[in-house]
């Protein structure tokens, strides 16, 4: 079952420099209780796209076009054609974000405790000091060792890991729907990375929820994934289920990204980046955005005219399929 329906989502901003491009007609489903992953180079899109989903897009940036439907007990809302008010009752509590800095997202003036109390309070009303209990709760369920004392101590008597855990237990109080984790894990090392994925996993199965998870890390998508997206210059490029585009990538670019990690499913030999650099998207590259680094680009076709995204359930953006 869909819970949201992107279709056609184009985020600019509008800067002294010029107009960035930064998400251009950027369509998908999510589905309920699927991990859906996007990948792509810094400044491919993966950030703005998730953020425009509840609007979250701050001058200069403006959403120029698109819908996001979301479904919910038999109803479907455009949510960006809601009035703010109904869409801030959404935001944050049936669609949460997890931040990429978790430092960011805590105050270090009030202990953990009283700011996971405090998101429950916000939601339920009342007064953040009998929401104590639900806070440890809470911190019991991101699994933090020894949660009621943990919950008296102050952002930074915690590590990364303790910090993005409280971070993730303030997002998940009053069970989302869909969690947004905006690569949530670049601030920790990569075994407390593998543990706080493994965490959204549980979490996931628990809640029911459905989770968008952004992240660089191709290797981490091959064991989180369920469908992944690849975006590359504000486009969605290729999409697929995670074993499908493991075992079958299409676009090079995708190719390219598999080929820069160790694939788990498919163990290379040599690690080879994607050679060039990323778009300017203030001009953008005419045709395919991708065919000035594409290895296999057709003369007289990439340059010129953009490939549409095709397919059903494997779906990809490269003229050598169409
Ligand atoms: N406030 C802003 N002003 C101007 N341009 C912006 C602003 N925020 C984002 N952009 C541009 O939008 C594009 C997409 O950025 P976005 O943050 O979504 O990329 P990303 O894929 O999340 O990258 P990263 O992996 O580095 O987080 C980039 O070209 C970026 O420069
Ligand atoms: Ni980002």
Redesign the pocket.
């Known amino acids: 079952m869909k819970i949201l329906e992107v279709r056609d989502l184009t985020v600019y901003?509008y800067?002294y420099a010029g107009v960035?491009r930064?998400v251009e007609g950027v369509s998908f489903d999510l589905y309920k209780g699927e991990t859906l992953v996007i990948v792509?180079e810094?400044?491919?899109?993966?950030?703005?796209?998730t953020r425009a989903i509840t609007r979250l897009i701050q001058p200069?940036?403006r959403i120029v076009s698109g819908s996001v439907i979301y479904r919910r007990d038999g109803e479907e809302v455009d949510l960006l054609k809601l009035p703010e008010e109904e869409l801030r009752k959404i935001r944050g509590s049936e669609i949460a974000y997890v931040f990429q800095d978790p430092s960011s997202a805590l105050d270090p003036l009030y202990t953990v405790g009283y700011q996971v109390g405090e998101t429950v309070a916000a939601h339920r009303g009342g007064k953040i000091k009998q929401y104590f209990r639900d806070a440890v709760e809470l911190l019991r369920k991101v699994l933090i060792p020894e949660p009621e004392s943990r919950a008296k101590s102050y952002p930074h008597q915690l590590s990364g890991g303790m910090k993005q855990r409280s971070v993730i237990a303030m997002a998940i109080s009053n069970r989302p729907r869909i969690l947004i984790a905006d690569e949530p894990t670049t601030a920790v090392d990569v075994t407390v990375q593998a543990q706080i994925l493994h965490l959204f996993k549980q979490l996931k199965d628990e809640l029911g929820m459905s989770i968008i998870f952004i992240t660089?890390n191709m290797g981490l998508v091959a064991e989180f994934a369920d469908r992944v997206l690849v975006?590359y210059g504000?486009k969605i490029v290729e999409e697929a289920p995670t074993e499908e585009l493991f075992e079958k990538p299409m676009h090079p670019y995708t190719k390219g990204l598999l080929r820069a990690v160790v694939n788990p499913i498919q163990p290379q030999e040599r690690l080879e980046p994607v050679p060039g650099t990323i778009p300017n998207?203030i001009n953008p590259p005419p045709g395919c955005r991708f065919h000035p680094r594409c290895p296999y680009v057709i003369k007289g076709k990439c340059e010129r005219e953009e490939p549409p995204l095709v397919g059903t359930r494997h779906k990809v953006a490269c003229w050598l399929y169409t």
């Open positions: 901003f800067t960035v930064a792509g810094t400044g491919s899109g993966k950030t703005v796209t200069p940036g660089h975006m504000g998207l």
